[in-house]
């Protein structure tokens, strides 16, 4: 419901690029106004801190104010000093190689492992159909963000990147740019991949079978 047709000028001072909201400052004062990324027009690019803004002003259902109809001003200088993002955005976003260095280095492992141990076919199976399905659940939520609809719960991620479809976990972080700044998901997401690879050593080495031994020996 809006509460005024005057447009009101400011400066984006938070953005969650993961979330799809943050805060514009208004110009001459310290109120801050929610915007969403659904109050912003079709564009190219996503919207950057430091970014000038003008925007007409309504209230949501729960009676707060929020920016809409949000236009860049035209010929605004670019932005030139880092602006220190919201504590939802976690942290600064790893370079995707040091990422994809994982991957590579499970597939290095994975044909060590193979060439001593055949490994059942459906193993690679299971890891191309998860890492798919993860990736698809990652652009799904990806889009929700960005037009504010149902998101895909952190944990159903999770949950599909441990039983095997890290990788594709991997790729769509880094191409999608999502999930890649927020500090506790990416632990979360890290420690995931661990508990992945120790399963994948456990069951594909004989360390299941010294595992079983030992545990008879201290049962028995």
């Known amino acids: ?3 005024g047709t005057e447009r009101v000028s400011g400066t984006l001072t938070s953005w969650n690029d993961d979330r799809g909201f943050g805060f514009i400052s208004r110009t001459g004062t310290s109120q801050k106004t929610f915007v969403h990324i659904s ?6 690019r996503r919207p950057q801190l430091g970014e000038a803004f003008t925007f007409e002003v309504e209230l949501s259902r729960d009676g707060k104010q929020r920016a809409t109809r949000v236009r860049p001003v035209v010929n605004a200088p670019a932005p030139t000093s880092p602006i220190r993002q919201t504590p939802e955005a976690g942290i600064r976003r790893r370079p995707g190689t040091l990422d994809y260095l994982a991957i590579l280095g499970f597939i290095i492992a994975y044909l060590l492992v193979n060439a001593m141990w055949p490994i059942p076919l459906w193993v690679p199976a299971l890891y191309l159909l998860a890492s798919g399905f993860c990736f698809l659940l990652y652009a799904v939520d990806k889009a929700a963000a960005v037009s504010g609809g149902w998101r895909t719960s952190e944990g159903a991620l999770l949950l ?9 976990g991997i790729v769509a972080q880094q191409t999608l740019r999502h999930k ?3 500090a506790s998901f990416r632990s979360a997401f890290w420690n995931s991949v661990v508990v992945n690879l120790l ?5 594909t080495t004989p360390l299941f079978t010294v595992f079983a031994r030992w545990s008879s020996a201290v049962l028995g």
């Open 1 to 3: 419901m809006g509460i």
């Open 39 to 44: 109050g912003f027009p079709p564009r190219a």
């Open 160 to 168: 599909v990147g441990a039983v095997g479809g890290w990788p594709g």
């Open 180 to 182: 890649t700044r927020k």
């Open 199 to 203: 399963a994948f050593a456990l069951f």
